[in-house]
């Protein structure tokens, strides 16, 4: 199972929106709505932000959304902080395996 | 609040043998389905393996196939990770994470803990 592909990093100034793609295939992200993305900050435990495409779990910003079109799925950070500069990973549900994660997207903050 | 604190991470010698646990704290365990995930030094997150709520059903990538066995202690709110055979690529950080239901599969890792270094070197 290959693994989801994403930018390599994504940047933006405080207070603009950014996008960070998540392209799968039929197999995963195109056939199941088990996706989810998770926010890694360096020495800490990894956070769920989203899951089922565009679910927040309580107590996540609704600065953070989600979407899918076809095998491609997305996560949108509006109203860009500081605090929002870590790692970004999505994940889905496959029929090969079980779960498959994608490359990862460093965010920067300009 | 859920706490998930893994342990047991060392240096090992290639085809040597390890096994690591988490540590479950402020959940009815044996309701939710657990997942290893690892992170290799300068890659990505890896799904490793799963196991649901009741321990009978369990599952692993094939990197890790007939090497590595998941086990869980509801008794003791425990999910172990047994590795065997490691080799230099299974050097990583190792997470564990709760789902949010019983049976595996919804891909809600709502819980991590910080992880565990498990080195893999001659």
């Known amino acids: 199972q290959s693994a989801l592909t994403q930018p390599a990093s994504v940047s933006g100034s405080p207070g603009q929106s950014i996008t960070i793609t998540c392209t799968g295939t039929s197999t995963d992200i195109g056939a199941y709505n088990y996706v989810s993305w998770f926010q890694l900050h360096s020495g800490e435990a990894p956070k769920l932000l989203i899951h089922d495409v565009h679910n927040r779990p309580s107590g996540i910003s609704q600065r953070f959304s989600g979407s899918k079109s076809g095998n491609t799925a997305s996560l949108t950070i509006s109203g860009l902080q500081a605090e929002d500069e870590a790692e970004y990973y999505c994940s889905s549900y496959t029929s090969s395996s079980l779960y498959v994660f994608g490359t990862g997207t460093k965010v920067t903050v300009l | 609040e859920v706490q998930l604190l893994e342990s047991g991470g060392d240096l090992v010698r290639p085809g040597g043998s390890l096994r690591i646990s988490c540590a479950a704290s402020?959940?009815?365990?044996?309701?939710?389905?657990m997942t290893w995930i690892r992170q290799a030094p300068g890659r990505g997150l890896e799904w490793v393996s799963s196991i649901g709520g009741s321990g009978f059903s369990t599952y692993y990538d094939d990197s890790v196939k007939g090497r590595f066995t998941v086990s869980r202690d509801n008794s003791k709110n425990v999910l172990h990770l047994q590795m065997n055979s490691l080799r230099v690529d299974d050097t990583a950080v190792y997470y564990c994470?709760?789902?949010?239901?019983?049976?595996?599969?919804?891909?809600?890792?709502?819980?991590w803990g910080q992880g565990t270094l498990v080195t893999v070197s001659s």
């Open positions: 402020g959940v009815a365990f044996s309701h939710f389905a």
């Open positions: 994470a709760k789902e949010d239901s019983r049976v595996v599969g919804n891909n809600r890792l709502e819980s």
